[in-house]
């Protein structure tokens, strides 16, 4: 089953929860190099004069997939979402000036981190810990055709 990340701006409200939750699921609270797959930006709307945080992560487009000369990063059969074997990485940053958004980051050994859409909740049959925690609804789960 197929499915996409996706972020409506509009609703997210900058309450850090989906941020929580992503450094939560992956990482254990004395892990040297654990860091949240979101990321926090200042987002202007110019139209109605207001600025607000908003919390973006990657939607799995498939761009650094694209760029990666070793084919570390590839789309999982299953799910459609984009992975890293970190075997095969060996950190020379393409992926990283690839990805629109820029939430891809290194780990301390240089291979490259990326969200995995949270595919071990995904195999059990629940949501991402970043769409179950998401209240506004800014950050839904869809099931693609």
């Known amino acids: 089953m197929a499915y996409k990340i996706k972020l409506d701006q509009t609703k997210c409200v900058g309450c850090y929860a989906c941020y929580v939750a992503c450094l939560d699921a992956h990482f254990q609270a004395e892990d040297d190099d654990a860091a949240s797959f979101r990321k926090i930006r200042k987002y202007t709307d110019m ?72 595919l071990e909740r995904i195999r059990e049959g629940r949501q991402p810990a970043c769409v179950k925690v998401c209240c506004p609804g800014a950050i839904v789960w869809e099931k693609i055709e």
């Open 47 to 118: 139209e109605h004069e207001f600025e607000k945080n908003i919390c973006v992560g990657c939607i799995h487009c498939g761009k650094c997939m694209q760029v990666c000369p070793q084919h570390a990063i590839y789309q999982d059969e299953e799910t459609q979402l984009i992975l890293v074997d970190q075997k095969r990485c060996t950190g020379c940053g393409l992926c990283e000036t690839a990805c629109p958004l820029h939430v891809i980051r290194f780990n301390k050994a240089g291979k490259m981190l990326k969200c995995d859409g949270c």
